[in-house]
Structures are given as structure tokens and as C-alpha cells.
């Protein structure tokens, strides 16, 4: 099946660095990508849809210029946290859309990002 | 606006027993409903989806859920718990066919005894 790889797995940072976290399909073309944000025991929320060669749609609350977001290719997608904060920590996932063929109606997951900043 | 409430964050039963993962729904729209599995270090698998006509659906690895439009529910259930069926489980809903825009409940850790 479709594979997402996303990267790192967990990553540690102090406030006020940056982080970027990339999702890449590895064997299919991903028109769409959406970012996911998961605290402790809660649902994963939708943070914003990444539509290649265009600018991201942020949902209701998520500051795009604190996470920016580029979909520069068919297959790459990064979710950059600027001047990362101790509320900033929490589960980043990322899912693709395949463009065209059998899997047009499914969404693959990465496996998520543990981001803990200090 | 939609919602996927799942009771229980933490279901427990032993191998062999019969599976079941409750999620309720809140959708002013007819809904299209979906199951994923995240297993240890793994990405969201999608184990079954809901979109229109038979209201019972097959998923993989022995799945079944079944929508009742009247319960406003869309539980999950396998005759028989294997221990590879250890994961978190994840009810969403979208209203847009082509699982896109996915709302999300807060997931349900299923641990099974042996």
C-alpha cells in the first residue's frame, strides 16, 4: 500500500527555535496533504490543508504564521513551528491524498511527530 | 458543525471475546463515518469507511461496524479479539465524500489479555 514517511519521529527543542517537520508520500503523487495537531488523550484536530503549488487553508485558530507550510512538490510537504513555545509541544501528524487511481478516496497517515520545546 | 464523541479512552478484553468500540456522532449532514487503527509507531490505517447504501460494513482483519442513523452511532465490533488487534482506535466523520476534512473523536486504546 501507500506509504507516508514523515520526519523526525520526536524532536526536542528550546523556546524560541524552530522546527520543521516533513511528510513525504513515498510512492504516489499527493495533490493534498493535512496537517493534524494531537494532545494527551485527545482527538487529532485538523490544522490546515496543504494544497500542492499553493498557499495552505489554516483552520478557524490556527495562527499560520506560526506554523507555516509549504507544499512545494507532489510528494513534500513541511509543517514549519516558528519561534516554538512550552504550548507548542504536542503530536503532529500529517495524512496524503493520493492524486487519481484506486486510492482516491483514502487518506494515508505518517506515523507522527512528538514535538516537546523546553 | 460535526463531532465523533468515543466512549471509553480504554477498552480492555480478553483474546478471544468479542470487540466492541462505541462512537456516537453529531453531523447537521448525512455523514460519511470512518475507522482507523494506529498501531505502536505507525501511521492511521483505515479500517473500514461508511458512505452510503448498506449500513453494515466489513472492514479488514475481521471489522465490522454498522451506522444506525436513529442512534446517531457508528460502533465498531469483531466476533473474536486477537492479540495482534492491540492499538488505538480512531472514529471520524466527514461530510465531504473522499475522506477529506476529517473530524476526528478523541481515539480508544484497545488492550487485549491473553
Known amino acids: 500500500g501507500a506509504v507516508v514517511s514523515q520526519h523526525p519521529s520526536w524532536v526536542i527543542c528550546k523556546s524560541g527555535t524552530s522546527v520543521k517537520i516533513e511528510c513525504r508520500s513515498l510512492?504516489?503523487?499527493?495533490?493534498?496533504m493535512f496537517w493534524y495537531r494531537q494532545f494527551p488523550k485527545q482527538s487529532l484536530m485538523l490544522m490546515a490543508t496543504s494544497n500542492e503549488g499553493s498557499k495552505a487553508t489554516y483552520e478557524q485558530g490556527v495562527e499560520k504564521d506560526k506554523f507555516l507550510i509549504n507544499h512545494a512538490s507532489l510528494t513534500l510537504s513541511t509543517l514549519t513551528v516558528t519561534s516554538a513555545h512550552p504550548e507548542d509541544s504536542s503530536f503532529y501528524i500529517c495524512?496524503?491524498?493520493?492524486?487519481?487511481?484506486?486510492?482516491?478516496?483514502?487518506?494515508?497517515f505518517g506515523s507522527g511527530t512528538q514535538l516537546s520545546v523546553l | 458543525a460535526q463531532s465523533v464523541t468515543q466512549l471509553g479512552s480504554h477498552v480492555s478484553v480478553s483474546e478471544g471475546a468479542l470487540v466492541l468500540l462505541r462512537c456516537n456522532y453529531s453531523s447537521s449532514v448525512p455523514p460519511y463515518l470512518f475507522w482507523y487503527v494506529q498501531y505502536p509507531n505507525q501511521g492511521l490505517q483505515l479500517l473500514l469507511k461508511?458512505?452510503?447504501?448498506?449500513?453494515l460494513v466489513k472492514g479488514i482483519n475481521g471489522f465490522e461496524a454498522e451506522f444506525k442513523k436513529s442512534e446517531t452511532s457508528f460502533h465498531l465490533t469483531k466476533p473474536s479479539a486477537h492479540m495482534s488487534d492491540a492499538a488505538e482506535y480512531f472514529c471520524?466523520?466527514?461530510?465531504?465524500?473522499?475522506?477529506?476534512?476529517?473530524?476526528f473523536g478523541q481515539g480508544t486504546r484497545l488492550t487485549i489479555n491473553p
Open positions: 510512492d504516489f503523487q499527493a495533490t493534498t
Open positions: 495524512s496524503a491524498r493520493p492524486y487519481g487511481g484506486a486510492d482516491n478516496e483514502k487518506l494515508f
Open positions: 471520524a466523520v466527514s461530510k465531504i465524500q473522499g475522506a477529506q476534512k476529517l473530524v
Open positions: 461508511y458512505t452510503t447504501g448498506a449500513t
